[in-house]
């Protein structure tokens, strides 16, 4: 169990109570409870439908029905059911109870007033998986991964954060660093004894190294070699997490609006044959081959004198400049001043004007589609992806693509530290083929070792979590 110097807040063991669910009406809702001395607490405002049952004596694991009551008001709250879990056995390793209660508005909050009233204080946010990490239940890469789980957007998000929870950072991390500290071991052998003194076994085989250079590089390279890949891993898991903006754009009665409902498979966007219908922006979520996408229809781009239709038209072109992706619908009237490379041509309404073959415009291969009937589609879907796969390998030089299950970071915090070891592991690496001194040498390591400890949180700090947590939902 780690400990924390502090009273009120994380770091403390005082019962506590939040929703775990969203609330709203709907059939049950779940209230979790957790700290020191919890049970016995709940046994206060708890009446078990067998009379016989003493809440405080049950084994955990332990279902029971029974009734929320108010001593204060000397009535029944609500029929529950109730999951007893003792520690270390719990999702925090402490004492736990979750609740389900009715749904209502009215019924859960007259549940949590009656918590309160016995004594347990509202959590703060992820204060349950703060207590989860504080005890050893979980490292900080698997507690980060329950947000990003919560957060995910589309199914490969939701996979990737599932693989976090499993442990595939943390058992990377882990292996990298067991690779440093032997590079440290044999560093830090060096230089608490004389070279004579050093024998073949704790060299690990370079009894030819002298004092001056870095023992085990090689294993060092290998390490650095993993950093890397982690610390390219970001750049795709950051996709999948925040997504790409698409914003259509075109001309008036291009079939803007069309497509955007194409993409929904819903009426979202109202569509005429009158030019301008759109006058402002409108935006969606959708998924692309598992790729959040924040997807936006705009205002048709020409030159208007109607006052209202100009704002919406220039709020489209700010819009052209902020997107990751352009998807341009061109007709003949093709304006060469409207695109620019991040721009996908799409020649809609295939189904009733086909695509001139060749294209008269030089350089220009549109995707030709009908929002209308779903020809191209696909093409078109495919033509996306792609891009974004180009410039996502384009900034990080990864082609993690290609490897899905491949151990990957999963927040700017973890990136930050690899990074940070990196740096001192490549100057570390640097120093040793200058032939340097160890004693130069060896801090940086350490400092490299302790970088990854911060990522697992083997090494760590009050704030520095409290500001991490703080950032959950309550109820997490």
């Known amino acids: 169990m780690r400990h924390f110097d502090k009273k009120i807040g994380y770091g403390d063991e005082t019962p506590i109570a939040a929703l775990a669910t969203q609330p709203g009406n709907c059939a049950l809702t779940l209230i979790r409870c957790s700290g020191a001395g919890s049970i016995e607490l709940f046994s206060s405002v708890f009446s078990p439908s067998n009379k016989k049952t003493l809440i405080t004596e049950v084994e955990g694991n332990t279902v029971i029905h029974g009734w929320i009551v108010s001593k204060k008001e000397n009535e029944k709250i609500d029929e529950v059911m109730i999951s007893i879990f003792r520690a270390p056995k719990s999702y925090t390793g402490e004492d736990c109870i979750d609740i389900s209660c009715h749904g209502g508005f009215s019924a859960w909050k007259a549940v949590m007033a009656v918590l309160k009233d016995a004594g347990f204080r509202d959590a703060l946010a992820g204060e349950f998986t703060f207590r989860a990490f504080v005890n050893g239940k979980i490292d900080l890469t698997r507690s980060e991964s329950v947000i990003e789980l919560v957060n995910a957007k589309t199914d490969i998000s939701r996979r990737h954060a599932v693989s976090r929870l499993c442990g595939s950072l943390e058992k990377e991390i882990n292996d990298i660093k067991a690779m ?110 598992g790729i959040p996408v924040r997807l936006i229809d705009t205002a048709g781009l020409r030159e208007s004198s109607d006052s209202i239709e100009k704002i919406g038209i220039e709020r489209s072109r700010t819009l052209l400049l902020e997107a990751d992706i352009v998807l341009y619908l061109i007709n003949e009237e093709l304006d060469l001043t409207e695109y620019g490379d991040r721009h996908l041509f799409v020649w809609n309404k295939c189904d009733i004007s086909p695509l001139p073959k060749p294209f008269p415009v030089k350089d220009i291969t549109p995707i030709s589609v009908s929002a209308k009937t779903g020809q191209g589609l696909n093409e078109l879907y495919r033509a996306i992806t792609d891009t974004i796969k180009k410039q996502t390998i384009n900034i990080s030089g990864s082609r993690l693509f290609d490897e899905p299950d491949a151990a990957a970071i999963g927040t700017e915090r973890q990136k930050k530290l690899v990074d940070n070891a990196c740096s001192l592991l490549e100057e570390a690496l640097a120093l040793s083929e200058q032939n340097e001194p160890l004693d130069l040498i060896a801090p940086l390591i350490r400092e490299a070792v302790n970088s990854l400890g911060e990522i697992t949180g083997e090494v760590s700090t009050a704030d520095i979590l409290e500001e991490m947590f703080s950032r959950f939902c309550v109820g997490k």
Do not use: H, M
Request: proline share 3%.
């Open 180 to 289: 440093l500290v032997q590079v440290l071991a044999a560093a830090e052998i060096y230089l608490d004894y004389s070279e004579d003194e050093i024998s073949a076994e704790f060299d690990a085989g370079a009894s030819d190294e002298i004092a001056g250079k870095l023992p085990n590089k090689e294993i060092a390279r290998d390490a650095l070699e993993k950093l890397k890949k982690l610390s390219d891993s970001w750049q795709l898991e950051r996709l999948y997490q925040q997504g790409v903006t698409i914003v259509i754009a075109g001309c008036p009665n291009s079939g803007k609006s069309s497509l955007f409902n194409s993409f929904l498979k819903e009426d979202r966007s109202i569509v005429t044959d009158i030019p301008g219908t759109t006058r402002d922006w409108i935006e969606a979520f959708v998924s692309i081959e």
